[in-house]
């Protein structure tokens, strides 16, 4: 990241490093023009915050809503309840494409895709 921080990722969730602690990091690295990428998303303004707390269980398996009907998968959200605190971990969104900022502490430690889901 061009602040030197390091992310690990698997092309629907990126988190620093530090927080992630994968036992060895990746062999492969992406280009610096993604890691500018990252940091726009992370930069980027949103409509919502809201705490882990907040999301609620979907209609479809292993997935969570947001208030504002965001559909985030299930495992992620298990991932960064298991490694960041609830209590100063929220999440800042945009619109049901946008990427939604993971935020600890007031800096942004991550981003994730939201699920398409189908139209009912």
């Known amino acids: 990241m061009p602040d030197g921080r390091t992310f690990v990722s698997d092309g629907g969730l990126s988190v620093d490093a530090k927080f992630a602690q994968p036992a060895t990091l990746p062999s492969a690295v992406l280009p610096p023009e993604s890691a500018k990428i990252l940091a726009g998303y992370l930069a980027t303004p949103y409509e919502a915050e809201i705490g882990l707390s907040e999301l609620r269980v979907g209609s479809f398996k ?53 699920l398409a889901m189908p139209s009912p």
């Open 62 to 114: 292993n997935t969570f809503m947001t208030p504002g009907g965001i559909a985030l998968n299930g495992n992620y959200i298990e991932f960064l309840r298991s490694i960041l605190p609830p209590t100063t971990t929220r999440l800042r969104t945009k619109s049901k494409t946008d990427p939604v900022v993971i935020v600890k502490d007031g800096q942004g430690v991550g981003i994730m895709m939201p």
